[in-house]
């Protein structure tokens, strides 16, 4: 053997030995993700997130979102990754996160991730994609990764590419704080847990017969007197202004848009309560710590009534930065008929004279729908046709589909079922393009998962309850409806369930599910 030979050989051995670990070849169209994306492309290899490993961003607005990277990846990896700014693509070993150079055609939301065996490149057209992106990559590491202790790794990402956007351009879950007070920090909790599915927006049901749940300024007793109870008669709660736009700044911070709901004309005992004025007979009811539904409404033929919803529509919409604000508008069966429709016709104009896009629940489309008014449907296609000849724009809410307030089955301890009971099947089976008659795609906005509680107290009751269906929900928003099956996603969903686990999800362990343990 010569010398030459002999240094080659030197060489092999130092390189499988001492250098690098050879990576078993993986295959990341194996990988588990919800919700499923558009496309993905495997090349057979990894990887490998290391300690030295950074994040450089380019492009506006990404910093936040690279920091948040790290934020995520920290307690589990224990790395300390450092984000900064570049100009084209860094070097090997790293995460490179842009906006420049980018195809339109991926849209506000859309990314495509690039897994090089050097190099996890992820691509999107604007901010809100990158962060998209950054949640399916978080999904692509092992599940120890949601831990909140350092574990061994190693940190490796099969490589290859994703090309994906959203079906619909609004995937909402909505959060009722009225029946029960929910607070700050359950709620960022929440929004922790949606912005993971790549949700998009967070309803706030703030007000009902139980409780007032946000400051009003120039109707302080709405939260001080109207927020003090709930269901049950516990102590409520209401969110300050200041409290609410932190709450809207974190949502911002992981592009969800919170979207105010104040329900009227009916649903308003705890405002009735507080004022005696807005009642028809002037005298104030008690507080309402009940369950029941639709005995309530404020006197529409007073004109201190539009004043109030003026001053509430007024101070909410110097609050809230994203374009909605909801105005209820359901179960109004103590409010005259044509009081109803007076109301949400002068309801919807009061918003826009705000500068903000009404929603309301189905029966508004009972008055006249201005342009731009969005209609939310729960369970009357009637309604939801009217809205669309109309042109108005639809959140489908199915109540026996979306409903997470709904009991899985007989034996669910917590939930109603008036509706429906939902299992984890169900809830995915359906698509919001043929769950109405005469709604298709084109009339769409979007789908929400609504979350009544009137049951639930605690953020264990929230979890138990919204997952695993919200997943489901979240899917059915995103992905292209020819991708979905359900014997391939309950097979998919069992093996996310390890995920849920490291997350510390308190889940429904649905019977219908292979999960693995
Ligand atoms: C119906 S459907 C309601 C809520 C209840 C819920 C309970 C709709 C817009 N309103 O007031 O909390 O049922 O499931």
Known sequence: MNFRNLFFIFCITIAVAGC?????????????????????????????????SAIYVEGEGLLPIGEYLASKLKPSTGFELKVSTTTGAPKSGNIYITTTGTDATLGDEGYELTIDEDLVTLTAAKPAGA?????????????TIELSSVQKGPWEISTGKIRDYPTYAFRSAMLDVARH???????????????????NALHLHLSDDQGWRIEIKSWPKLATHGGSTQVGGGKGGYYTQEQYKDLVKYAEERFITIIPEVDFPGHTNAALASYPELNCNGKAPDLYTGTEVGFSTVCVNKEITFKFVDDVMRELAEITPGPYIHVGGDESHATKKEDFIKFVNKSQQIVLAHGKKPIGWEEVSQGTLQPGTIVQYWSNAKHAQTA??????????????????????????????????IEVDSAYLWDPATIADGITQDDILGVESPLWSETLKTMDDIEYMAFPRILGHAEIGWSPAAARSWDEYKVRLGKHGKRLTAKEINFYKSKLVPWVE
Request: without cysteine.
């Open 20 to 52: 690098k670990k050879p990576h078993a070849p993986t295959d990341l169209t194996k990988e588990i993700l919800i919700p499923i994306p558009v496309s993905v492309q495997a090349t057979a290899d990894v990887f490998e997130l290391g300690k030295e």
């Open 131 to 143: 962060f998209r992106g950054i949640q399916t990559m978080r999904q692509l590491l092992p599940e």
């Open 181 to 199: 007070f929910f607070t700050v920090e359950e709620v960022k909790h929440y929004i922790d847990l949606i912005a993971g599915y790549k949700l």
């Open 388 to 421: 669309a000849k109309n042109g108005s724009k639809m959140i489908m809410a199915p109540a026996k589909k979306t409903y997470l307030d709904m009991s899985y089955d007989s034996t669910s301890k917590l939930g109603l079922h008036w509706a429906a009971y």
